[in-house]
C-alpha cells in the first residue's frame, strides 16, 4: 500500500525506541509506529484497519506485530495483513535517525 501524503516528513527531536520498543508519532498529521528491532528502525501506521487497535501496543514478534485487540498481525516491513481479521495493509514508512529526530519516507516496495 502506498501512503499518501509527502515523499519526506522529517520528525525533529523525536527519540527512536530503545531495542526492542515501540512509540508513537504523529508524521503530517497520521498516527505512525515506530519499532525498534535490534537496531533496525521499522515504521508502520498506528491503527490496526480493522477496528482501529493501537499497533504501538501490540506484541512483537520477529518482523511481525500483533495489534492487542483483535490480533491481526502486520509485517514491519511492508505493513502487509500476515493474519486477520484485518484485510487492508497498513501504511508502511523507510525510518532513519538524522539530526536530532527522525525521517519517515513512505514505502512503495
Known sequence: MEPS????????????PADGGAIRVVAD?????VFNRGGTLYAIGARCPH???PLDQGTVTGHRVRCPWH???FDLETGAVVT??????VPAYRVRVEGDGLVLEPRTS
Not at 486477520?84 to 495493509?89: L, R, S, V, Y
Open 71 to 73: 490480533g491481526s498481525v
Open 84 to 89: 486477520g481479521p484485518a484485510e487492508t495493509p
Open 5 to 16: 501524503g509527502p515523499a519526506r516528513i522529517v520528525l525533529a527531536g523525536v527519540v527512536p
Open 51 to 53: 477496528v482501529g487497535g
Open 29 to 33: 498529521g497520521t498516527p505512525v509506529a
